[in-house]
């Protein structure tokens, strides 16, 4: 395959961000987009005379041109788009939270898996080059056996009472502390750890919003007797911009990581990580990142660039699976019904 055929569906934020990051991938042709906006549409169309455009998703995933979708409609949609792309053959990014439901996550994660599509979901952080240099040196052993991880994600997004009205004040919408933030931190804690053995603990409370949940905290346990403290708080107004922490503690040092690069203590020196006993300290700018188009972060051009390649190389494993969102899901699910 020497051209990627990728159709857009949903031209919001979210939708115009991954058209642009997607767009600059050398071996991506960008076939259509569909959204309900008659404005979106006609700009688009006034502006991009070649790119095919409908305002029913329905309509461009019959046309039968197209080898990848990347979804960005409003997340109840989410589960009835996949499911028509998998019919039609399909590979599917879809952002995050792909499905509110589990057992539908569960669903989908099986039907991409049989027919052998490519599939991923859009847990950007994965994909950040602070945290994979972390997971390197934590796959190097280099704090030795990691005991117990602190991770927590803070943001001003909700900073006086909410009438209960937009998407972010209804959790099938995706809205809620958790889904718009703890979602990325559990992932994160899937993507260093592995599955979730338990959610042995969780708690939220509501500050400003009536519906869904302002903070939560959530202890979950691991493979190996791994144990791990989330918080999350998406009104703590001492944050201008939202900021994600990881505090690893493992017997032979810990590892503290933030967006802005990381720091490590060892107990020793170890020669073959070069690294000394104590403190070494490495920030975002000294981690080698050769992604070539940034929009809103590094991390956002490489998942989309992950997404791409996989289809092009025939690969089903892109970094971020339908299959292990949902095992992300049961996590979800557990901190809801505990409230």
């Known amino acids: 395959m020497d051209k990627v055929r990728i159709g857009v569906v949903g031209m919001g934020r979210m939708g115009l961000t991954h058209y642009s990051i997607i767009n600059t991938h050398p071996s991506v042709e960008i076939v259509s987009v569909s959204d309900t906006s008659e404005l979106i549409l006609s700009m688009l169309k006034k502006y991009l005379p070649k790119l095919n455009t409908y305002k029913d998703y329905k309509e461009q995933l019959a046309a039968g041109d197209l080898d990848g979708i990347i979804v960005c409609t409003p997340s109840p949609l989410h589960y009835e788009v996949c499911k028509m792309a998998s019919e039609k053959g399909i590979a599917v990014f879809c952002e995050k939270p792909f499905t509110t439901d589990p057992v539908k996550a569960a669903e989908l994660a099986d039907i991409f898996n049989q027919k052998g599509l490519v599939n991923q979901v859009g847990y950007v952080y994965r994909f950040d080059p602070v945290f994979n240099k972390v997971k390197q040196l934590l796959k190097a052993q280099a704090i030795g056996k990691v005991c117990h991880v602190k991770a927590e994600f803070l943001a001003n997004t909700i900073s006086k009472p909410q009438s209960g009205k937009g998407w972010r004040a209804k959790r099938e919408n995706g809205g809620g502390a958790v889904y718009e933030m703890g979602s990325h931190v559990i992932d994160l804690l899937e993507y260093f750890m592995g599955k979730p053995e338990k959610l042995v603990s969780s708690m939220m409370n509501n500050v400003y919003s009536e519906n869904v949940e302002d903070v939560v905290c959530a202890d979950i346990k691991y ?67 050769p992604t070539p188009y940034y929009v809103r972060g590094t991390s956002f051009t490489n998942q989309l660039y992950a997404f791409a390649d996989a289809i092009l190389e025939g690969r089903q494993s892109t970094g971020c699976s339908f299959a292990e969102a949902a095992q992300d899901q049961t996590i979800f699910k557990g901190i809801f019904d505990n409230d």
Do not use: S
Request: hydrophobic share 35%.
């Open 223 to 289: 493979a190996g007797g791994v144990t791990a403290n989330v918080h999350v708080n998406w009104c703590d107004y001492t944050y201008r911009k939202p900021m994600m922490k990881l505090d690893f503690h493992g017997t032979k040092g810990k590892i503290q990581a933030d967006l802005y690069g990381y720091k490590i203590y060892l107990r020793e020196a170890n020669k073959e990580l070069g690294l000394e006993e104590g403190w070494t300290t490495e920030p975002m700018n000294m981690i080698p990142d």
